[in-house]
């Protein structure tokens, strides 16, 4: 058995108006909202799930930085700037 829940639907002159605070309300209370306009639903703000992984992928995965990083090149580097090497 499922329980219909209505969700709270703004106008879009008030949801422009009103931005901020209805941002704020939908992440306080954790339910979505329906923006209207000529009061036919056009689009729904939800909350974002707090779950979101923090972790970030890309080309650097699962790849061992050297313990030297910082001295990486570090002659190469002397001798391009200075001429010479340490």
Request: proline fraction near 6%; aromatic fraction near 6%.
């Amino acid at each position: 058995m499922s329980i219909a829940v209505e969700l709270q639907s703004i106008n879009i002159h008030d949801a422009k108006t009103h931005l901020s605070r209805i941002v704020e309300e939908v992440k306080r209370q954790q339910t979505p909202v329906i923006i209207a306009k000529a009061g036919k639903p056009q689009v729904k703000i939800v909350p974002i799930d707090n779950d979101l992984p923090t972790t970030r992928f890309g080309f650097m995965q699962k790849q061992i930085v050297p313990d030297n990083f910082d001295r990486l090149y570090e002659e190469e580097i002397l001798i391009m700037f200075n001429g010479e090497a340490k």
